[in-house]
């Protein structure tokens, strides 16, 4: 870096001495200081300018040329700059990692401009509450959250309350709970764009970004914070922030009056969010943008944390972090925006409710039933646009006009969806049937007042239909006829003058002409006013022409406000209509998302699984939804499971070979469960299912570099994790337990693991290992079977036939698997050798001959299971019994 820059490096916006700047270096300090938690573009002619810090850090960001301005008597500045038609593109790379925009903009005509053009700071756009629909993924939420915590999240059960807000679609919820790991495993779920979190010291640091070294840290680093002073977050403050903004008595009816710490954060977001977005909610309040909070329990839904919804991949794969892979990727067949979202949010939030779960599956079995309806619904669905993000457009007067028109269009089809579903069953399709005439109304009227295809901007024309408004009517009337007049002129007076040549031109400087070949220019009329000389030819103008051309600009300018006008009184109609069409919103949204799946059983041959209040997990040929589309039709082995019913065992010890299948099996089953309890059909011939509490997995190794943990330490973290929170309820899938240390280590923990599931906790666990020591857990312990993956075994390889069967393994063939991958023949001889003689003289291996005589033993243990619940010390089985 060049001496000047590396000086300007140390100038900061913030604390330069403004009597060295030149006077809009002074004006473009004075906002900074007013916003210097955001990056400020201040537009210069075409473009937006960054200086100072500002100029570093988006230069370096967004791989820009770092430039430099005369900035008065301090000298060069550092400047970067974009041009304002790439606003948006540049606009979202910033938002998305993490940065606050303050936008300026030039209020007035550089050239109109007395002394200083006139600037402000028209929007400040924050990555939480971005409306833009450039800046938005449409089928993602964008979530704001805020936090209130009564202490350090370290401390166990350290309580917090939480609320959480999509301003571009307004869904509002709240809730509260207790201890670190719920609140992170929301978080994973929302990946809110930003968060609010209260300080005492908010003023200082305002912005944390997403992975800052200055994180927080007791929360997680990957989401990006913005401290906020407390205020707003004290409890009689955001309660009367509530009751206000939703014109409230009490906060009974919203379910959170018992709830502090929710209130608080709820309070604190509404207060961001009147702040930010001043020039959004000024004449109507935050209730048009947002709808009165929800407030849930977590424990209403299936609690998947974040390294369940990574190891069963369900929006993206592990490896390349890819949609493709996924299970939404599989499920998301919705035809709408809003629809896609909705299916995210079911899939990462799946319930524990039968009611609502019967409710979606009644709705698929329906939509199942009747092809015709699908298709028909399906391509209506197909016409309609993202109304939960039309709503609050128009909720926030931000609409333009091809916004507007799409939301009438898709109103005025409520009809025809409400009579498609007339002879409707399922509750869900029946409550398309009634549709709210304010709402179809209203699309008619918009599609009777706009044109169908308007200029994106408002202020150009070219909006409102005939015969809507008489005035309108009139001034166009009069301008078409003055049109008409000056296309007349050429003929009349070329014929007046005998000038065949002449022309009527017009250009922006000199607005209509005549003109006329220099030769010719001596016979012109006497009314003709000489007005510019060219090489070939001479312009002229009469005072006809004149009068008739400021008659049009006149009546143009009248009809580009009158339209204007209109429009906003169209908008404003419609924005009054914001939470009616939101709640219809959702409910298509709902409809899309159940079609999708309705579409995917049909397509996939899935079944309605029986949802049970039990325990039972009954998979009748199940399959992998994800392996299965990806493999040619056919080739996927089914694959069924019973566990948790009084008469089947709760842990399955899965043994088999490398690349046998075992992963795919245990992700199977956790994926169908996910389903079944989302409200979709499964992959499976036939499946009962008892309602979940949690999914806990560990699967695969990958390292945690982040945090500078190991493999082995991640992964018994994880094991730790599930053996504290599991209940009888919950569903364990176990890959590979104690296999990132020594083989007996590994072992040993692996087995008190197993031991301990299946008879302190007795969830229902899938337990795969190479360890086939393991398999005598089976003879020890009532509830525990083992299942194996079979392969067939030829002369010269093994064949993979993917079929988990009873009993266990004896072999791992690692050694095959090896040599199929290309190991040296001497390097696999060798190996042979080796693992002859540890088997000969390992303990495990001595232990294991043994056990045969104590076969008799054991099965006095495996009958006396209520005994062993009771008493923890006799739950120590005997592994080693002739040698410890
Ligand atoms: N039921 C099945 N039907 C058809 N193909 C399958 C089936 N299960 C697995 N496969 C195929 O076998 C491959 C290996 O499966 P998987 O990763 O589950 O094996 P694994 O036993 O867990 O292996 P390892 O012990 O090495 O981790 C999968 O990528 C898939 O292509």
């Known amino acids: ?195 609010l979190l209260p300080v005492e010291d908010g003023l200082g640091l305002n912005l944390v970004r997403p992975r800052d070294p200055q994180a927080l840290l007791d929360l997680p680093g990957q989401y990006g914070y913005t401290l906020r002073p407390p205020e707003p977050f004290e409890l009689s403050v955001a309660r009367a922030n509530l009751l206000q903004t939703y014109r409230l008595g009490s906060l009974e009816g919203l379910g959170c009056a018992g709830l502090p710490l929710a209130i608080r954060a709820a309070g604190g977001l509404l207060q961001y969010l009147e702040e930010t977005q001043k020039n959004l909610i000024q004449e109507k309040g935050l209730h048009c943008l947002l709808q009165p909070p929800r407030t849930y329990q977590l424990t209403d839904y299936l609690m998947l944390d974040p390294q369940t919804r990574r190891n069963l991949e369900l929006t993206q794969t592990i490896r390349e972090g890819a949609f493709a892979g996924s299970l939404l990727w599989v499920l998301d067949q919705s035809r709408t925006a809003m629809g896609g979202r909705a299916l995210r949010r079911w899939l990462l939030q799946p319930l524990r409710d039968p009611e609502p779960i019967q409710a979606r599956q009644d709705t698929i079995q329906e939509l199942l039933d009747h092809p015709s309806l699908r298709t028909r619904l399906g391509s209506l669905l197909d016409s309609l646009y993202d109304l939960e993000r039309l709503a609050n457009r128009v909720g926030s007067g931000t609409a333009n006009p091809r916004e507007l028109v799409a939301l009438g269009s898709s109103l005025s089809k409520l009809p025809d969806l409400a009579d498609l579903v007339a002879d409707a069953q399922a509750p869900l399709l029946q409550s398309l049937q009634r549709v709210d005439p304010a709402l179809s109304d209203l699309g008619r009227l918009i599609e009777r007042t706009l044109l169908p295809s308007p200029p994106p901007l408002l202020t150009e024309g070219g909006l409102i239909q005939a015969g809507v408004d008489s005035e309108l009517d009139r001034l166009r009337q009069q301008v078409e006829q003055d049109r008409q007049w000056i296309a007349n002129l050429e003929k009349i007076e070329r014929e007046r003058t005998g000038i065949p040549t002449l022309k009527v031109g017009f250009n922006k400087a000199f607005g209509y002409y005549l003109s006329i070949s220099r030769a010719k220019a001596h016979q012109v009329p006497d009314n003709y006013i000489r007005k510019q000389t060219l090489t070939n030819e001479e312009r002229f103008i009469t005072p006809e022409l004149k009068e008739k051309e400021a008659r049009i600009l006149t009546a143009q300018t009248e009809i580009n406000q009158r339209e204007y006008e209109l429009f906003l009184q169209l908008r404003l109609q419609a924005g009054s209509q914001a939470e009616p069409i939101r709640q219809v919103a959702q409910t298509i949204a709902t409809i899309d998302a159940l079609l999708g799946l309705a579409e995917v059983a049909v397509q996939q041959g899935y079944s309605r699984p029986k949802i049970t ?272």
């Open 1 to 195: 870096m060049s001496s000047s820059s590396s000086a300007a490096e140390t100038w900061d916006a913030l604390t330069v001495d403004p009597a060295l700047l030149t006077p809009m270096m002074q004006h473009y300090v004075e906002l900074k200081r007013q916003y210097p938690q955001a990056i400020l573009l201040y537009r210069l002619g075409d473009f937006y300018e960054m200086f100072f810090q500002d100029a570093y850090i988006v230069s370096r960001e967004l791989e820009l040329v770092l430039t430099g301005r005369e900035g008065g008597a301090i000298g060069r500045i550092p400047m970067c700059g974009v041009p304002h038609h790439a606003f948006e593109r540049y606009a979202a790379q910033l938002v998305a990692k993490g940065y606050a925009l303050a936008v300026c903009e030039q209020m007035e005509p550089a050239d109109q401009a007395k002394g200083l053009v006139r600037r402000e700071v028209t929007r400040v756009i924050t990555p939480g509450t971005v409306l833009e629909e450039e800046l938005l993924k449409a089928r993602q939420n964008n979530y704001l959250a805020a936090i209130v915590r009564l202490k350090d999240l370290r401390q166990p059960d350290s309580p917090w309350g939480l609320a959480y807000a999509d301003i571009s679609t307004g869904e509002f919820w709240v809730c509260q709970s207790a201890g670190a790991e719920k609140l992170e495993q929301e978080l994973a779920r929302l990946q809110p764009a930003e968060v």
């Open 613 to 884: 209040r039990d325990r039972r997990l009954w998979i009748e040929q199940g399959r992998h939804p994800v392996v299965e589309k990806s493999l040619p039709s056919g080739l996927f082995v089914a694959n069924s499971v019973r566990l948790g019913s009084p008469e089947g065992p709760d842990l399955m010890v899965l043994t088999g070979p490398n690349m046998s299948g075992k992963s795919t099996y245990l992700r199977q089953i956790g994926l169908i469960q996910i389903l079944a309890q989302m409200g979709s059909f499964v992959p499976a011939e036939r499946a009962e299912l008892g309602l979940c509490d949690r999914i806990f997995t560990r699967i695969g190794a990958v390292d945690d570099l982040a945090t500078g943990q190991s493999t082995f330490m991640v992964e018994m973290n994880e094991t730790a994790n599930i053996l504290n929170h599991a209940t009888e309820h919950s569903l364990v899938l176990l890959d590979e337990i104690g296999r990132g240390t020594a083989t007996f280590d590994g072992l040993s923990i692996a087995w008190a693991v197993a031991e301990y599931l299946a008879t302190q906790v007795r969830a229902r666990t899938l337990f795969a290992t190479h360890y086939h020591e393991m398999n005598q857990l089976e003879t020890l312990l009532p509830n525990v079977a083992n299942f194996q993956v079979v392969v067939k075994e030829l002369e010269d390889r093994i064949i993979f036939l993917h079929q988990v069967q009873a009993g266990g393994a004896d072999r791992s063939y690692g050694i095959e698997v090896g040599r199929m991958a290309g190991l040296p023949k001497p390097v696999i001889k060798r190996a042979k050798q080796v693992l002859e003689l540890v088997e000969k003289h390992s303990r495990i291996g001595l232990g294991l001959r043994n056990q045969g005589r104590n076969q008799e033993r054991a099965q006095g243990a495996k009958k006396n299971p209520p005994e062993q619940e009771q008493n923890p010390s006799t739950e120590q089985l005997p592994i080693f019994p002739d040698i410890g």
